[in-house]
């Protein structure tokens, strides 16, 4: 069992930066990969970012590519998303998830791989 509890959001203008932070619980997930995922409203989820277990390799959906930076800190058992250059269509909630061990690599964006969530952070972008 592990909990995630996601931080860091808020309302800010186009152009403005975000660091949003997962904090986790319960035990320690230096073994798993994790992803950033957000939802806006009426929207399907969709992947944002993927850490693999050692932070050697990511993944960033194309919209986050080159503004946005995941990273992970297993001995603080943490996962950040750093967000520059925000955009109004980055509006949405946004979720730190666990992946399960085994999963491969290539599907790393593939929601249902997952097994534990946040509650999300809202993160709101005004143009």
């Known amino acids: 069992q592990v909990q995630l509890v996601e931080s860091g959001g808020g309302l800010v203008q186009a152009g403005d930066s975000l660091r949003l932070s997962c904090a986790a619980s319960?035990?320690?997930?230096?073994?798993?990969?994790m992803g950033w995922f957000r939802q806006a409203p009426g929207s399907e989820r969709e992947v944002v970012a993927g850490?693999?277990?050692?932070?050697?390799?990511?993944y960033y959906a194309d919209s986050a590519k080159g503004r946005f930076t995941i990273s992970r800190d297993n001995a603080k058992n943490t996962v950040t998303l750093q967000m520059n250059s925000l955009k109004a269509e980055d509006t949405a909630v946004y979720y730190c998830?666990?992946?399960?061990?085994?999963?491969?690599?290539?599907?790393?964006?593939?929601?249902?791989?997952?097994?534990?969530w946040g509650q999300g952070t809202q993160v709101t972008v005004s143009s």
């Open positions: 998830a666990v992946r399960r061990l085994g999963e491969p690599w290539g599907s790393v964006g593939s929601t249902s791989s997952y097994g534990y």
């Open positions: 319960g035990r320690t997930i230096s073994s798993n990969v």
């Open positions: 850490i693999s277990w050692s932070g050697g390799r990511t």
